[in-house]
Nanobody, 116 residues
């Protein structure tokens, strides 16, 4: 079982920066990949960025030049650095964890609102 604790959501002005964190804990798991999805009102949940245990990343085209994902392996924590935020980045951001034996887990979600 894996527990995910997200932090960092909030209100950000357009053009601003913000960082999300997600810490994984539990027992009997090995990290396959970890990262973030988001869901805006009236839209489907979409991939934002993932990072594997080997450090490979997959970032959505819509945010690739503005967002960066990183990981602290010792802390089982993943970070999403968001720069040049736009109103369309407003969404609930969900942490995602995939184990090496393909069990997946979701965080409860954290709201990011980009507005002046």
């Amino acid at each position: 079982q894996v527990q995910l604790v997200e932090s960092g959501g909030g209100l950000v002005q357009p053009g601003g920066s913000h960082r999300l964190s997600c810490a994984a804990s539990g027992s009997d798991f090995r990290l396959g990949a970890m990262g973030w999805y988001r869901q805006a009102p009236g839209k489907q949940r979409e991939l934002v960025a993932l990072i594997t245990s080997a450090g490979s990343t997959n970032t959505a085209d819509s945010v690739r030049d503005r967002f960066a994902i990183s990981r602290d392996g010792a802390k089982n924590t993943v970070y999403l650095q968001m720069n040049s935020l736009k109103a369309e980045d407003t969404a609930v951001y969900y942490c995602y964890f995939l184990t090496t034996d393909f069990r997946d887990y979701w965080g409860q979600g954290t709201q990011v609102t980009v507005s002046s």
